[in-house]
């Protein structure tokens, strides 16, 4: 039985959220506890930081003092500019180039005004039906490289009569949202696994060209956050049609990231250790699986903190 509980913020990690959010939530189930992880890079996280986003001390205080300096000028856009930690979100990913982190501030924004039918009050509290249908979950443990590891399950669990894509979008930005606030997750990154096991032909007339689009547009160009892998399993043929849609739209880079893997598990196990997997991606991972319902009820208790995160962006019409 999942238990829900909160601690209080401790001092030293107060600064690394935009709310003043007093408590942290985590949910505990059995032996294992799930939360948000905000400490400090841990030795071996910032070896990956120092090797490939070339930080370090001298680059963070330089690269946060040039990318306040370059975001001063963008009168029409409303950010956390006294907040270091913040600022290093967006250096990590862009290796400390602040012109570039610039760059991906700006995207990031524009992408959020640009859907802001998406995005608009965006807050877990009023997106509880994906996390119940369970088919977007993150693991409760990282894969061998440190990295976050997002499964989305859009074939026989998907009941398209139940929850749009449009929903699956708003879950997977609320759980990228939560990912950026945690420094190993922005050093080391993320995979994502899309298992199509029992995917069906009505289903795919459920995708559209705009939301494929939309789906490349944000990994592409919007997201804080490293992406290094997204791994296609169990996907039948029909996939095809599926992934059609999204290939006109995808660069080399992101493209060479997409691997499919069908039933193949050693195939999959050449990219994530067997010890990060459950048993049905062949797996030895001895944790409890992280249910929908049980992140809802952990990134609930973090509504104020979207709230925060939702209140910056580009001026709207009428806005000073």
């Known amino acids: 039985m999942a238990q829900v509980m909160t601690t209080p913020v401790p001092p030293h990690i107060a600064p690394t959220l935009l709310s003043d959010m007093d408590r942290l939530p985590a949910v505990k189930l059995g032996d294992f506890t799930l939360q948000l992880e905000l400490e400090e890079l841990k030795p071996e996280a910032k070896e990956i930081a120092r090797k490939e986003l070339r930080e370090n001390p001298d680059t963070i205080r330089e690269g946060i003092t040039a990318l306040r300096d370059l975001l001063k000028g963008e009168k029409d856009l409303k950010v956390p500019l006294d907040n270091d930690i913040w600022l290093l ?6 290796k400390f180039y602040p012109e570039s982190a610039c760059d991906l501030i700006k995207r990031y924004y524009a992408f959020k005004k640009k859907h802001a039918d998406v995005y608009d009050g ?8 994906i996390f119940q249908q369970n088919i977007l ?7 061998q490289f440190g990295r976050r590891i997002l499964v989305i399950e859009l074939g026989k669990k998907w009941k398209t009569d139940k929850v749009s894509l449009d929903e699956v979008f708003k879950g997977a930005v609320l759980f990228v949202e939560a990912a950026m606030l945690e420094p190993e997750t922005q050093v080391c990154g993320a995979v994502v696994v899309f298992d199509m ?8 007339t459920k995708f559209t060209p705009a939301f494929a689009k939309r789906i490349v547009d944000w990994l592409q160009e919007s997201i804080p956050v490293r992406v290094k892998n997204i791994h296609i399993v169990n996907q039948p043929y029909i996939f095809n049609i599926v992934f059609a849609l999204f290939k006109p739209f995808l660069r080399e880079k992101l493209k060479s990231r997409i691997i499919f893997h069908g039933t193949d598990r050693k195939s999959l196990h050449k990219h994530m250790s067997p010890k990060c997997l459950p048993e049905c991606y062949g797996g030895t991972l001895d944790l409890p699986r992280i249910d929908g319902p049980q992140w809802y009820e952990l990134l609930v208790m973090c509504d104020k903190e979207y709230e925060a995160i939702n209140s910056y962006g580009y001026n709207k019409k009428g806005e000073l």
């Open 137 to 143: 979950t993150v693991q409760p443990n990282r894969d």
């Open 89 to 94: 979100r967006f250096l990590r990913p862009c």
């Open 122 to 129: 965006l807050l877990p509290s009023k997106e509880k039906n």
């Open 197 to 204: 096991d029992g995917l069906s032909l009505s289903q795919t």
